[in-house]
């Protein structure tokens, strides 16, 4: 079969091969497709048929594919089928001829709008595993860091910073890591960027960690109580660092009543209770214990669960005062439903049962 036979064949908008296609297509070489990759790379048989091809082709077919389809490679990682084409070229591609993918891409100033799509994404990420060279990290780098906070912020951008963060050196992702420190506040406060924040900070280190870490510090009042600032604060106190736990129990001190009655904020208390020690959890207890409505707190929704946790981590003279509260209210919290799971947690953790002694 020629190539003009070919073309009258897939010159049709079917999606289905007619039947005499179907049956003769394994006779075809690539060397008969020449001029047909395009079209073929964006047809949901053909795409198919055509990474079967490419899997066992000779240098030479891969250069007649790559040259067909180099110009085009920025709409292929975009298209349904086209992008697993693309990526399959990634695959089989040279050095340099991955490098001018990448340029390509980066010519058409497409790279950050493609890693906030899907299918461009997954296409990025399978370049990303195929550099070789320093020259490619560089320029991928030098391209991307721009749009780091529109990245951060969205579900397929995320992986593509991930990806950096965790297979390229803190000097590779020097100008990332800056972005993300100038826009803590924005990336801690958002779904996909709170993610993106913490493995920033488990992969960084020396002074670019020391600025994320000073910029979480600098706004971890407002973080505690953000749906999604909290994990960034909580994920910070886990690493257990001495100077970084005693600067956020510093910015918390006066605010842990308020952080107790809050959703999220109550969390945060929780893990600075048992991610700190005694001597830390022990203050903290007592400036509950001080505050003037702290037995609000044992029938509160968020509240109790805090105060459970005080009791826990709590010793000597600081636990008596806990248990005292709790038995002088008990009678309150008999008919509340928060301030009944705080006495179920003495009859069952401490074996005391204030009902009883009431």
Request: net charge positive; proline share 2%; hydrophobic share 40%.
């Amino acid at each position: 079969m020629n190539s003009c036979g070919l073309m009258d064949g897939l010159g049709s908008k079917k999606s289905r091969f007619p039947n005499w296609l179907k049956d003769s297509m394994n006779c075809w070489s690539l060397k008969d497709l020449r001029g047909m990759m395009l079209y073929m790379a964006q047809n949901q048989q053909w795409s198919r048929y055509l990474q079967c091809k490419m899997d066992g082709c000779t240098d030479e077919e891969k250069n007649w594919i790559f040259m067909e389809l180099i110009e085009h490679v920025g709409k292929l990682m975009l298209h349904p089928f086209g992008n697993y084409v693309a990526q399959k070229l990634v695959e089989i591609c040279s050095e340099h001829q991955r490098t001018q993918i990448l340029q390509k891409v980066i010519e058409t100033n497409s790279l950050v709008h493609m890693c906030l799509n899907n299918l461009g994404s997954r296409s990025i990420q399978k370049l990303l595993k195929h550099f070789t060279t320093q020259q490619q990290i560089s320029l991928f780098m030098y391209a991307l860091s721009p749009g780091t906070l529109a990245l951060c912020k969205d579900l397929n951008g995320q992986h593509v910073i991930q990806h950096c963060l965790m297979h390229f050196s803190d000097e590779d992702n020097m100008h990332l890591l800056n972005e993300v420190a100038n826009n803590c506040l924005k990336i801690a406060t958002d779904r996909s960027g709170c993610c993106v924040l913490q493995k920033c900070l488990k992969h960084c280190k020396g002074a670019l960690k020391e600025r994320l870490v000073a910029g979480i510090i600098a706004n971890a009042l407002l973080l505690a109580e953000d749906q999604y600032g909290n994990y960034v604060v909580q994920y910070l106190l886990e690493l257990r660092i001495q100077q970084v736990t005693k600067d956020l129990l510093r910015q918390f001190k006066g605010s842990y009543f308020i952080f107790s009655s809050n959703k999220f904020g109550s969390n945060v208390v929780e893990k600075c209770l048992v991610e700190t020690v005694e001597e830390h959890s022990a203050s903290i207890i007592i400036e509950l214990l001080t505050d003037p409505k702290c037995s609000m707190l044992l029938i509160d929704p968020y509240g109790n669960f805090v105060i459970q946790k005080a009791l826990l981590v709590s010793k000597g003279y600081i636990r008596n005062a806990l248990l005292e509260l709790v038995q002088s209210n008990s009678p309150m919290m008999t008919s509340n439903l928060y301030g009944r799971k705080v006495l179920t947690f003495c009859q069952k953790e401490l074996n005391i049962n204030f009902r009883t002694r009431c």
